[in-house]
């Protein structure tokens, strides 16, 4: 159930950081680089919040590893937004084509973190390594 829960605050994180680094468009402008720091600070706060969850008794060991394939899923989910966007009428074939990969790029990825959440001894993944939650010991 951790991982699920990192995944989802990975998620979340990766898509408004995304969000934020693709609307910026003058790197130059002190308001815009603000924004940019104030995103990277919040998914460094992320850190904070899950050692005090880990010190407060709902082990998160195993599971911190699920944050970082959330924020790579969410800042591709954030490219969806580009799928229903404006285009330009001499790219018609070629973007109806990028539009069709990216979904099926979704798509594909969706299924295996899916996978990956729910089974993962299909990828081979072990829990064998995987660091023990604050205050208990490896049986």
């Given at each position: 159930?951790?991982?699920?829960?990192?995944?989802?605050?990975?998620?979340?994180?990766?898509?408004?950081?995304?969000?934020?680094?693709?609307?910026?468009?003058?790197?130059?402008?002190?308001?815009?680089?603000?924004?940019?720091?104030?995103?990277?600070?919040?998914?460094?706060?992320?850190?904070?919040?899950?050692?005090?969850?880990?010190?407060?008794?709902?082990?998160?060991?195993?599971?911190?590893?699920?944050?970082?394939?959330?924020?790579?899923?969410g800042a591709v989910c954030n490219g969806l937004g580009w799928v229903a966007g404006s285009v330009d009428a001499?790219?018609?074939?070629?973007?109806?084509?990028?539009?069709a990969f990216h979904i099926l790029a979704v798509v594909l990825v969706s299924v295996l973190i899916l996978i990956?959440?729910?089974?993962?001894?299909?990828?081979?993944?072990?829990?064998?390594?995987?660091?023990?939650?604050?205050?208990?010991?490896?049986?």
């Open positions: 159930m951790a991982a699920i829960g990192m995944t989802a605050l990975g998620a979340f994180i990766g898509w408004v950081i995304a969000y934020v680094l693709y609307r910026i468009t003058n790197w130059g402008d002190p308001i815009s680089v603000l924004s940019g720091v104030i995103s990277a600070a919040v998914a460094g706060a992320v850190f904070t919040f899950i050692k005090y969850v880990d010190e407060h008794g709902a082990p998160v060991a195993g599971a911190i590893y699920y944050y970082p394939v959330g924020l790579a899923y001499t790219l018609k074939w070629p973007t109806i084509l990028l539009r990956l959440l729910f089974d993962p001894g299909y990828f081979g993944i072990q829990s064998q390594g995987v660091a023990q939650p604050s205050g208990t010991a490896e049986r």
